[in-house]
């Protein structure tokens, strides 16, 4: 199973990205998504942001994400 996270964009640089999720910084390809700024959400899956997404849809990715990496209580 493959899995793509959402992150937000830090700076550009021609056709690289700097992003960042929950601290993680990443540098990550911008080739398969048109016109990216900083600020913007992105998901990324393998080094690449494949889509664009609106930051309340990354938030909502994002606390999945969490949900299912939490630890289940006793």
């Given at each position: 199973m493959c899995l793509a996270i959402p992150m937000r964009v830090i700076?550009?640089?021609?056709?690289?990205?700097?992003?960042?999720?929950?601290g993680a910084l990443l540098t990550v390809?911008?080739?398969?998504?048109?016109g990216v700024q900083p600020g913007?959400?992105?998901?990324?899956?393998?080094?690449?942001?494949?889509?664009?997404?609106?930051?309340d849809e990354a938030q909502e990715n994002l606390d999945i994400i969490k949900r299912l990496t939490e630890s289940p209580e006793p």
């Open positions: 700076s550009v640089d021609g056709n690289l990205g700097r992003v960042e999720a929950s390809a911008l080739d398969l998504v048109e913007d959400y992105l998901l990324v899956h393998a080094g690449f942001a494949i889509a664009r997404m609106d930051a």
